[in-house]
């Protein structure tokens, strides 16, 4: 995610050289049909104002809906902090309040909710990885049993398994008199929003902005630069500044072509890229409060932005 406040201008022109190449190149050939007498090259400007505006139209669209995308992916990870505090909490509290029981036994309470929570953690971790579709799986090893890691390699779906192992770590301490009562309802509704989570941010990975809207207006984005100077040229021409039209008709393609790409590299806010949503940031943020919640000091470090960038 982008923090800073300004831009170098170079990284921007670097997100559409082939818009501007190509805007450029059109250009100078009109420029140069036109400074050899080929009058047959001017069009009426009110064929580049109307496609123009149905560009304006395909691109505002598409860049309202990948802002959707990207702000509905951000939604749901705010909703996976708050529920992984929750369920944390319920963890360490139902473990705690069953001290008084006559079968509680401290070290494997104790090591029930350090597991949990742990477990927990993993989970977070595994789900960016499963979204950014990146196999550093060995980032999950220092929060799993040697056995749960081992079984959870030859996993597809790595994040949903950790779930099934918790939800059975759970039921194993409600028959051992670690968790008692209700507890196991009230977990159960933090590991279904969890779940819920997970399936939304699936369903945003798995299913692309309808390409039909990308093809056209990437197709409209250049037919415009292309008509552009031919509807410019004789405008300038009757003020006498025809050579104006080569940086005018630039920096109308460029303002076009720069407003689309925005769309475009929000659309998909799992990809690991400057402009999607911090995963790494938002994991660390979960590990620290969650660790925290267990009594430790020894605390990883609070992501910070670099260049301007946090990921």
Not at 3 to 24: C, T
Request: glycine share 6%.
């Amino acid at each position: 995610m982008i923090v800073k406040r300004n831009f170098h201008p170079i990284r921007v022109i670097q997100y559409v050289k082939a818009e501007l190449a190509f805007s450029v190149c059109t250009a100078l050939v009109v420029f140069f049909l036109h400074k050899n007498s080929v009058t047959a090259i001017t069009l009426p400007f009110s064929i580049a104002a109307i496609l123009g505006s149905a560009l304006a139209i395909f691109i505002a669209f598409r860049n309202n809906s990948a802002y959707s995308r990207w702000w509905e992916a951000r939604t749901l990870w705010g909703g996976i902090i708050n529920s992984s505090r929750v369920l944390a909490r319920l963890v360490i509290t139902f473990t705690e309040s069953h001290s008084n029981q006559q079968n509680f036994d401290k070290d494997r309470s104790e090591k029930f909710k350090n597991e949990m929570v742990y477990r927990l953690i993993a989970w977070v971790h595994a789900l960016r990885l499963h979204l950014r579709k990146q196999a550093n799986w060995q980032e999950l090893k220092p929060f799993l049993s040697d056995q749960e890691f081992s079984a959870l390699e030859i996993i597809q779906n790595k994040p949903n398994y950790l779930h099934l192992l918790t939800g059975k770590k759970i039921y194993e301490a409600m028959a051992n008199g670690t968790l008692g009562g209700f507890d196991s309802f009230q977990m159960e509704g933090q590991l279904l929003a969890l779940a819920n989570y997970q399936g939304g941010c699936e369903r945003i990975k798995n299913t692309p902005l309808l390409r039909q809207y990308d093809y056209f207006t990437r197709l409209f984005l250049y037919t415009f630069i292309l008509l552009l100077p031919f509807a410019l040229i004789g405008e300038f021409t009757r003020t006498n500044m025809d050579y104006l039209m080569i940086p005018v008709s630039i920096i109308i393609s460029f303002v076009f072509a720069i407003i689309g790409k925005v769309g475009q590299v929000n659309e998909d806010p799992f990809e690991n890229r400057i402009t999607d949503v911090p995963l790494t940031a938002m994991c660390n943020t979960i590990e620290i409060d969650l660790r925290e919640m267990l009594g430790e000091v020894d605390l990883p470090g609070k992501s910070a932005p670099e260049n301007g960038y946090i990921f």
